[in-house]
């Protein structure tokens, strides 16, 4: 893949950024995503989940290929993300979704994604810090910033490598419990 030109790999962590910038413009708490930008360079608005807490499964096109939003649709996820613990639900930052979406997409495509951990309310948050789980005291759990994920049929180690390709956001791999976190938030790994 490295002798690969970044035009031959499909997508590349500029379009990704420049689409991703885009897409958090907010006005008067809308997204205003000009269409060329997301019909050109982000993959299908498509993903299959499944809350491994729950047992929720919700397949769900949350932008159409235009690039607009689907707000009920983004409502769905913000319930199948909610706090497993005390059901509080939360607007989940598109960055993330989307972050999520690419590296599904470049692994190549429909797999489902298996949620650990979406959403945390601060309640549930300081209860993991308490315990010692590893759990960051101001985490981006709790700002709708971040997922801890599996995929059906992938390693962990295999996802972690596509998310550090794409250089983009938090990448974290919890080899022991077997899944790997993805935020918003600047580039950077663990």
Same mark, same amino acid.
């Given at each position: ?28 708490? %809308? #997204?205003? &995503?000009?269409?060329?930008?997301? $019909? ?6 498509? +993903?299959?989940? *499944? /809350?491994?807490?729950?047992?929720? %499964? #919700?397949? &769900?096109?949350?932008?159409?290929? $235009? ?6 649709? +983004?409502?769905? *996820? /913000? ?112």
């Amino acid at each position: 893949m490295d002798n690969m030109r970044e035009s031959e790999r499909g997508w590349t962590r500029r379009m990704f950024l420049r689409a991703a910038l885009v897409g958090a413009a907010l006005v008067g708490g %809308r #997204l205003i &995503v000009p269409p060329s930008v997301f $019909a050109r360079e982000l993959p299908e608005g498509r +993903l299959t989940f *499944v /809350n491994l807490w729950t047992d929720e %499964r #919700l397949d &769900v096109t949350y932008r159409n290929d $235009a690039g607009q939003y689907d707000w009920d649709a +983004l409502d769905d *996820v /913000n319930h199948i993300l909610r706090c497993h613990v005390t059901g509080e639900i939360a607007a989940m930052d598109v960055r993330v979704i989307e972050h999520v979406n690419l590296v599904q997409k470049t692994l190549g495509g429909d797999r489902e994604i298996q949620v650990v951990s979406g959403f945390r309310s601060p309640e549930y948050n300081a209860r993991l810090v308490r315990s010692g789980r590893r759990a960051a005291r101001h985490s981006l759990h709790m700002q709708g910033q971040a997922i801890d994920l599996r995929m059906t049929g992938v390693h962990p180690k295999v996802i972690r490598q596509a998310a550090l390709e794409l250089e983009y956001g938090g990448v974290g791999y919890y080899p022991r419990s077997k899944f790997v976190h993805l935020d918003s938030g600047p580039f950077r790994h663990w």
